[in-house]
C-alpha cells in the first residue's frame, strides 16, 4: 500500500514534522534487530509509507482515526532491538515511533510503584530509580537499548525473572491507546495480560505502571557442570534458592568468552547464580544453600575470581557477534524438567557453530539463546536455509515441551502455544471488539496471509518449507 | 611513520559489522532529536545505503541529506564507541563522513567559514594573531621572559584561554600554578597555533597536519619535552590528533593540568593549603576522559583540598554526560546544545554542587550557559581556577 495523497495530507496536517517519509527514513524503520531475508522481503511489505513520532495520547488517538478511517495499518516500534519482527511492519502502512512520547517518572513509595511512558530505555529508568533507591524487579539484557513498552508488548523476560516474573508480573497499570480509538486504563491482571505479548495488536501503550523494589545488592555464585544433564539438574536445585537469576552458557560459547576477553574459565557448561543478600548471615546462608545444591546436582564451584567479571558481561552476549563474520540468532523457552533430549539434540545438530545462553524465567522454564556463528559469510540461500532449520527447532512439537519466546512476524500463529489456548481466545475475542478492520500491526500474533497467495497463511508456508528443506 | 590511511576505515565494512543491539541508543543527541536516522546504528544503516554498489544517484543523493545531517548533529562525545558492543570505531567513522561531506560541499556555512578562520588566522576566531597574548596583558601578567624561552616544558594556552573574555582566569590560573611551583615553562606566545582541533573534527587529518607540523616544530625548536594544557580540546588533539598526522616524530609528553598539578603534589612542590567550604562536584569532559581515558587526575587533586566536600555527579567518569557543546554542534544547532545541556545541569542539581569544576573550556562555556538559564546557584570554574583557590585562597 502506498499512502494516498489525501491520508498523508491528513496525517501531515496533524502531526506537521512529525511525520516524514522521505526514502531514508523508510528504509531505516523496516527493520529490527534481524533484517529478513532478500526472500522473504518479496513477501512481506515491510517498508512503511511513513513513520510518526507519537507525541502523546491525543496523538495516538487521532492516528487511529486516521487509520482506521483510511485503512492504513500502524506498526508501534520501541527500541527496534527485538529480532522477531514485531515491528517491521507487514503489510506497508504507518510505523508508529513510540520513541516521542512524552516522558514522565512518578516513584510511589508506598505502593512500591513507578509510573512511566513505555518508550524510556531500561538503563534510563533504572538510573532514575537507583537515584531514589529503588530498582527495577527483572529486566531484559538488552537493558541499554530496548524499551519499556517494547519489552511489555514482546512479552518479554529478563534478569530477575525467577524471582519477580517476566513482564506480565511486573505491571499493575497500563494506560493503553485501543484500536478504536478509546483511551483505557487498566489495572486487573486478566485485562493487562491481554498486551502482554501481543505485540502492539491490541492497541498502543501509553503509560506504564511497574512494581519496583528497593535497591538489595546482589550477591553472585558460580558454577560448572559438565553435561546438559547435570546442568538441568543443578538448575533445578538451584531454582530452591529462591535465586534473583540463573544465568548458564555452554562450553562453546564459554570458549568464545575466553579468546573475546582473556579470561580462562574451564571449557564446561557455566551457569552464574544471583541473590539479594542485605546483610553478612544472608549471604553465609546464600553460600551454604548454593553449595548444597550444587553438591546434589554433581557440578563444581566456580572459582570466585571470575564471577565478577563474568557477571558484567551480563549484558554484552552479542559481543561475541562482532568476532565472527556470519550469525544467526533465535530463542525458545524451556521446560527444565523435559528438555534433556532437546538440548542433546540441538548440541549434534549444529556442532561448533552452536553458542547457547540461558536464563531460568521462573523455578521451572528458562530461555535459551541460540546464536550460529560462522566464520564465512554464508549465501543468501544457506542463511535461509538456516534460519528455517532453526524455525524447526524453534516450533516442532517435541517431548521437550518447548515453545517460541514471541510472535511477533515471524512466529505468528504460535500465540496459543506460548500463552494458552484460554487466552488465545479472549485475546481474539478482545481483537475482533477493537480492531475490526485490523489495522494495529496487521500480520503479527495471528498469522499473516501471504502476498500474491492469500489463501495460505506465513505460518503454513514457513512451516511446511522447514520440514521440506530439513 | 604515519601515512594517510592510518586513520582512513573502510566505512561500509564497518557498517556492515553493527549488530543492531540499539546500545548506542545513549547517544545523548539522539535522545533529543528521536528519528533513528540520528541513532549511530540508522547513520551506519545510512552508509551502508551510501557506499553500497547498487544503490541509484538520486537515492544516494536522498540517503545523503540525512547522513549529512545526522553527522553534524553528533557532538563527538564518543559514548556510542564506548558501549558499542561490537567495538566499531566510531569515532573515526563520523569523522570520515564529515570529510565525505565537505568532499561534496555539504558543510554548514558557519562550518565553512569557522574552517576558513582557523586556516587562514590559526585561530578559532579569526583574529589577529597579535592578539594572542591579551590574556596576560588583561591578566596584568608580564610573559615576555616565558615567551618563546628554551624549557622543557611548554604551557599551550589554547585559542579559547588566549581569545575568550570568558576564559579569562584560565591562563593566569595556570600561570600562577606553574610560577608559584617553579616550573621551568615556556609559551609559544604569537607563534601558537590553533592545536588543530576543530580541524581533526571535522575530519581534516591533512588540513590538521599543517598545523600539528607548525605547533611540532615551534615546540622542538625550544626543546620541549612535555607539553601542559588546560583545554581538553587541545589534550585529544596532541594526545589522539598528533600522533595519527605526525607519527612517531610527535614524541612530546602531553599532559592535562590536573596530571601534572597530581604530580606536583605527590613531589610536595605544590600545597593546596586553604580549604573550600563549597561542596564541590567534577564534570568529567569527554575529550579527557571517553577519549584520552583520563579518570584519576582530576579526583587526586581535589580530594587534596583541605576539607573538600567532593560529590561526584550521577553520571561521572566514563559513563559522564555530555554538555552538549562538543563536535562543532554549537556551530550546527546550539538549541540541540542547550537540550542535550539540560540533563547535566539536572544532574548537577541533584548533586547539590556549589561549585562544578571541569577542564574544559567548551564544556565551562555551556554550562555556564545552563546554569544561568535555569537559574542556579552553582559556581562554575575550571580545574586550574579551582586549584588556585586551593593554592592561595579565595581572593
Ligand atoms: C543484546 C540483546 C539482548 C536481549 N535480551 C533480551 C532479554 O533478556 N529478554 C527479552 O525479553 N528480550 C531480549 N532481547 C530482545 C528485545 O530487546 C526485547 O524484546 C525488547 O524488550 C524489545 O524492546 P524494544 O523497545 O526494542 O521493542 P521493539 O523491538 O521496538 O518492539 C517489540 C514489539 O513491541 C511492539 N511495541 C513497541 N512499543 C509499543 C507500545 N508502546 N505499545 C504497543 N506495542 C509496542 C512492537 O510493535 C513490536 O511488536 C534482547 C535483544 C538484544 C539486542
Ligand atoms: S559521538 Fe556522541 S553524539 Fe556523536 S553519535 Fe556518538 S553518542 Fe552520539
Ligand atoms: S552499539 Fe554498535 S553494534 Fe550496537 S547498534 Fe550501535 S553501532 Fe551497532
Redesign the interface.
Known sequence: MTLKKTTRTRFTRYLSKNFRDDYTTLQIYSRDMSDLPKVVKLFVGNLPDGVIQVRNTEDMQKIYEIANETRVPITQRGGGTAGFGGCVPYKKGVVVDTKGLESHFLVDPLELTVTTSPSIVFSDLQRQLNLEGFSLCSYPSSFHSATVGGWIAHGGYGIGSIQYGGANEQITALEVVLPNGERKRYTEFDDISLFVGSHGTLGTITEVVLKIKFDIPLKHQGCTFDSPSEMLKGLEQLSKINPFSIWFLNPDHVTSFNEVFGYNLPKSYVAIVSKEVSFEEEEKEFKNLFNNAIRASGGQILDRRYIKDIWDFRFKGFSLLGECTDYLVTEVILPVETSEKFFRKIISKFKGELHLEGEMISPTHYSLLIYLLFEEKLSEIKKTILNLKLYKITTKKSRAKGFPYSTGLWFSGYYSSIYGKEQYKRYQEFKRKVDPKNISNPGKVISPRIKFFPLVRLKAIVKIASRLII | MSSSTDWHVDLLEIAQ?C????????CPTFKEL????YQPR?IL??IR?YFSEGIKED?KV??S???FEAIFACTMCKACEN?C????PLLKVWEQVRQEAFKKGRWSPLLLSLYNKVKTTQNIYGLPAEERLAWAGLAGLNMSKRTKKKASIAYFVGCQASYSGKMGNVAPSVVKILRKTRVNFTILGLDEWCCGSPIFLAGGYSVGKTFAKHNHDKLKELGVKRIVTACSGCYRAFKIGYPRVLGDKWDIEVLHITELADELIKKGKLKLKHAIKEKITFKDPCELVRHCGLVEAPREVIKQIPNVRFEEL??NKHDALCCGGGGLLKLNDSDLVSQVNSHLISEIE?SEAEIVANGCPTCKDTILAGVKKNGLNVEVLDISELIVRAMEGEQ
Open positions: 559489522k549488530v543492531y543491539c540499539g546500545y548506542c541508543s545513549l528521536k528519528w533513528e536516522t540508522g544503516e545510512q545505503m537515492e536522498e540517503v541529506k540525512t547522513l558501549i558492543l561490537v567495538d566499531l550521577p553520571s541533584y
